[in-house]
């Protein structure tokens, strides 16, 4: 961009990097503002929240005890729809944990700057919007006490799991994802933990930041190896973030069940994945920018963006929609044709016209720059891009399965209480370990804040001019 | 009995660091570091050190983790227990690809973390640096120049003129008790 400017305009260069940071910040505003919402006393509203979320988490407790002393069998499950919302879920939630590696892995290799702002929460979004979808699966399968069937471990019948089903496929996939997702959390964590190590006050938080900060000097010669790590981890995430969700669709794609059967999944999962991952660090961002006073951090500039993302990935969404309705035609297959027909008309129409709503209309709201910087609108149409992708996945689950081929095999599925208490119940687990994130750790990466800052360029000086 | 380990000197923004860095290294100092808040650009070349081999270690275990997974699932399925499930012959190579490919990705993200942190001496908690309460500062807004009593070219009095001459705020003989 600066070298299409003439010489004389070098302090245009300065201009557009100093926007990426509002409110003339320097490098110790920048620390202060971050740490001391980790250090101050805890707010009331924040109690208020966590009590909220752990209340969730008794119902999910609860729901999860009944499932195990019962079986199955409380779910709404039937015969031709064998998976119902448990899969609904670890696809929703696995969907949502796709924004926070790509903000911190592809918009890294992409060098988008602008991604030091809102990455470290939406890595951390995206942790524990793991831990959420790894919960379905795991109690799902009924007897979850024999989950180690599931591990690659000797056992005493002598056999090992199918490595040739796309199930254990995805048990890789999704295991390896949150494994990396994690070590990429904590590498980016390490610079920020000895800032707060630095600052604490109390015998407590200096032990623990000292030991979590492992002891970090924050010298070139570490920082030399670090950001070659940090390259790197971003190197391998970006195939692993595009491939989960590709082997999550394999689940669906490699059966014979009409409207699963399609080769379009792989790439329109993933970006559905994007989307819904996007919607859900715009919806967290947005009250944690109101609550914490960070607007000057996250600006109308990062939102902008992200909408952005969002329409691009919700057009992309929107075209897959289409395109699976017109390979339904084209293939001339009566029961692939059949199945689609009865999405969009059939008993479930009333999902498949809520999913088409917040999935395909909603997004195109964003080719207008006022509503992309409208914080109120942006944050209504985050809510209903996430239920939107809840309801992509329940149409795509549960319309295929209800009628497939033979009419007398047909059957209406509708989730029992349980269902619904599993589901509400793990939103109680991810706001638990959210906001004891967002109490107890930087959740702006402070580091890498300042690093974009134009006074942490070397020929910067005072003026505002380069040398 | 109290020692000197060395001498810290502070610098006022990351331009000045790298040029202060540019003359330490023409002194000849080898065994001494920059300290900041973030990666400075242009340092590594200011303190004329070499690429960092970390990248050839990842590519390492990352070829180990391709072969443990690939191998795990030729071994379990063609040699352990051979079993014909739904058609596919027992070496299916094909299917084996997306383990192989995830086990690699494991491999390699665990060698960047753990290689980073060999390559680093960390955790290690104890510094001469961290005997310098002003010190703090360098994960907040202060850029620091540290050499090490170790150096061959090191002498309290004259490091320090060096380092002052070279314009640093703060300069402070770290001391601290004796090893």
Redesign the interface.
Known sequence: MAEALPLKNEKMHVATEADLITGNQ???TI?ENISSITEGKTPKLWFLLWGMAVSLLLVLFGSVGFLVWNGTGVWGLNNPVGWGWAIVNFVWWVGIGHAGTLISAILFLLRQRWRTSINRFAEAMTLFAVICALLFPGIHIGRMWVIYYFF?VPNQM?????????L??DF??V??YF??SL??W??GLI?DL??L???AKTRLRKLTF??LA????????????????YL??AG??T??VL?VHS?VS?DFATSIVPGWHTTIFPPYFVAGAIYSGFAMVLTLGLIARKVYHLEHIITLNHLDKMAKIMLVTGSMVGYSYAMEFFIAWYSGNQYEAFAFINRAFGPYAWAYWIMIFCNVIVPQFFWFKKIRRSVGLLFFASILVNIGMWFERFVITVTSLSRDYLPSAWDYYSPTIWDIATFVGSFGLFFTLFLLFLRFLPMIA???V??VLP???????AGGTH? | MSKIHGIIAEFG???S??RA?EKVRDSGFTRW????????????QA?G?KR?K??FV?GIF?FIGAAVGFG??SW??AI??P?I??G?PVF?WQ??I??T???L??F???G??F???A??R??????P??FSDYF??????GFFI?IDSQDPKFDPEKTKTLLESLGSGHTELLEGPDE
């Open positions: 320097t490098f110790h620390t690659p002598g056999v090992w799991p199918n490595f040739r089903s796309p254990l496929w890789f996939a295991g390896t494994t990396v070590l990429f904590y590498t610079p000895a800032t190590r630095d600052r000292g030991a492992l002891g970090w000097r924050g010298g070139n010669r570490q920082w030399q190896h670090y950001e070659i790590a790197v981890l391998l995430s195939p692993l491939s082997v394999s402070m580091a890498e300042k690093g006074q942490a360029d070397p020929h910067y000086t040398e | 923004n990351p331009g660091l790298l860095a570091d920059t300290y900041s808040p973030f990666p400075i650009h242009g340092m590594d303190m050190m960092s970390l990248g990842i990352a795990m699932q379990a399925h352990a227990y079993q499930i739904a596919k299916a299917a084996y997306v383990i490919f995830a086990m990705v494991l390699g993200a665990i960047s973390v290689g980073m942190l390559f680093n960390l955790p290690r908690l104890n510094h640096v961290f703090e500062k360098t994960t907040d807004d540290g």
